[in-house]
């Protein structure tokens, strides 16, 4: 099985700018999970989607959202971007059939805000 | 609220065994996982252990948890330089489906 990729890679991008990062879940994976990682705050969960909806949500502003699709890909978008969001943006997936899952994790997207 | 707390560092020599420790607070984790990080990579699930087991051996890796004491622990036998790395222990949010990680142990193989 391929594992959860993430696209792009690597971005550099102004501030008051906004970015969408998106992520494919591993096939028959039906939940998405985005984390934000930083040299600061380390690991922190931003949000969880399963079957097209959010099921849960981290303590972000309202600038940091996301979706998913009905074959599962997800997307996060960040609006008016500021010097703080520089991170590394990963996303997990799992099956999402309960507290047994486990969540395996993409590459990430590492976002450079100028 | 809930914190999963890590030593910072740790440093060893090639073939010694090393020991990452990790604490945490919410005694209903149901399960606690140990990932591993490489420069410029995502997460790499190591292993796991549900919360009704003391151990959990899988290859060159030992999990120990002491649910009295909410401490996990993960032990690499025969260490490489290869395993060098940063290490995370997490636990499963009360709401079920986050994870809360610790900050990270970063482990230093010098051969």
């Known amino acids: 099985k391929a594992g959860v990729t993430q696209t792009p890679r690597y971005l550099i991008k102004t501030r008051g700018q906004q970015v969408t990062l998106s992520c494919s879940p591993i096939s028959g994976h039906r939940s998405v999970s985005w984390y934000q990682q930083t040299p600061g705050q380390g690991l922190q969960f931003l949000f969880e989607y399963f079957s097209e909806t959010q099921r849960n949500k981290g303590n972000f502003p309202g600038r940091f959202s996301g979706r998913q699709f009905s074959n599962s890909r997800s997307e996060m978008n960040v609006s008016t971007l500021e010097l703080g969001d520089s991170a590394l943006y990963l996303c997990?997936?799992?099956?999402?059939?309960?507290?047994?899952?486990?969540?395996?994790f993409g590459p990430g997207t590492r976002l450079l805000v100028l | 609220g809930e914190d999963v707390e890590q030593s910072l560092f740790l440093s060893v020599r090639e073939g010694d065994s090393s020991v990452i420790n990790c604490t945490y607070t919410?005694?209903?984790?149901?399960?606690l996982y140990w990932y591993k990080q490489e420069p410029g990579a995502g997460l790499q699930l190591l292993t796991y252990i549900f919360s009704n087991m003391d151990m959990k051996q899988d290859q060159r890796l030992t999990v120990l948890l002491n649910k009295k004491d909410k401490h996990l622990s993960l032990r690499i036998a025969d260490t490489q330089t290869g395993d060098s790395a940063i290490y995370f222990c997490a636990e499963r949010s009360q709401a079920g489906t986050a994870l809360i990680f610790g900050k990270g142990t970063t482990l230093s193989v010098s051969s």
């Open positions: 919410d005694s209903s984790s149901t399960y």
């Open positions: 997990a997936s799992s099956s999402g059939r309960g507290a047994q899952e486990t969540q395996y």
